[in-house]
């Protein structure tokens, strides 16, 4: 990694649209050097070329629209897709800094917004939670953002020499498992997607507090390392009480500074362990243990979670209920199939916070194992469970002939691996230093500066 100084980054911000509406507010030129008036445009693709409209016309494969001034230009795009796939997905109007750049692919247009690396951290911390939050919490997820994203791009130079994978298909070996992982695709036309996928990027549109510019601004060029290379400093937003390893949910490979952690100050002796085990994972997810992400303050909250986070408050522990027609519906719509009459859901396999990374649904007309944690979130559910850190009760009148309903009990809000972002906003607001936020999370991580 260059130490020399800030790079650019890519972000992907809508892909495989026919048009989209945007505006130009202050000064721009065009991929041919012509300045462009602000205003209202729409770009539309007609066939492989890019018709833009407005205060001007443009056309071509590609085009950007540069600003002359980063503080002053911003530009609005409208209908922008947050929460991909997830209970809150909805369309924002969004306002950026910096280039926009118009692509014609196969699938419809690209657009990407292109920026320096430390601004689009300021949107990032504010996106994925609330810029209110305790300063070293924003200071904590500013060095962590930027590990992860850093890394990406040393990671995406081994994708493409084949070295490394970023996503499994389904093994064709045995039918009766469908065990897939997604990792950040190695995307060609940017560096990152402004979406849970990668990480929440909302522009300029949040609203930005002093403390999330102090916290950008103290940790300039921040990273973790360990063993010489940039951490791939992952983060979800519940662990649940203990974090996750990095190969119950992508690639199995061992990550050791993404090492299970569980969430207070010393290790939990009022529960048996490991949680791999069944019966230790039943009685840590069915009980409530002590933990910095076990809060219910809805006053902290309030000021750490964006809005549309605050629709979900069960967080550390959940309940969900499913009748059998459902849960057949369900699981027909989300995996393509017919499993017939569900007769049971067992945990097959689980990781180091009590996920289950396989699991085998019976039905009468067939048995399949699925995983890993973010298929079986998908499988079950019409957006996606909170985690897969669960267990199954049943509904069952001693007449039926099958379950009538299916209750899954949880814990946990994401993938669980690295940073537990409620779980560190406690920590600061209880008034640990980001260094120890850090320490807590990624063990044996140390902090470098890059630039």
Known sequence: MDRQGEPRIKVGLINGVQSVRFELRGAFKNSNGETVQDG????RLNEQEIIVEGDGRFTGAIIHFDPLDFATCSITVHDVIIGVNFHWQRKE???FQGSQKIIAEAGGLTIINELPLEAYLVSVISSEMSATCPPELLAAHAIVSRSWLLAQLENAKLITQQRRAVSSDA???NPDEIIKWYDRENHASFDACADDHCQRYQGISKAFSPAAFAAIEATRGKVLFYDEAICDARYSK????KSEVYAAAWEDRDVPYLS?????????EHFAMPLTDETNAEAWITASPLAYCNTQSKE???????NFDQETMDFYRWRVRYTQEELQEILRTRTGIDFGAILSIEAVGRGESARIIRLKITGTNCTVIIGKELEIRRALSRSHLYSSAFVVRTEKADT???PEAFVLLGAGWGHGVGLCQI???VMADKGFKHEQILAHYFRGAELQTLY
Request: net charge negative; aromatic share 12%.
């Open 400 to 402: 039926a002939e099958y």
């Open 423 to 425: 779980g560190a906003a």
């Open 260 to 268: 299970p952690v569980y969430d207070w100050t010393d290790e939990n």
């Open 300 to 306: 902290l909250l309030a000021r750490i979670l964006p």
């Open 238 to 241: 519940s662990c649940g009480g």
């Open 171 to 173: 093994p064709t070996i």
């Open 93 to 95: 109007t969004q306002v």
């Open 40 to 43: 209202n445009y729409i770009a």
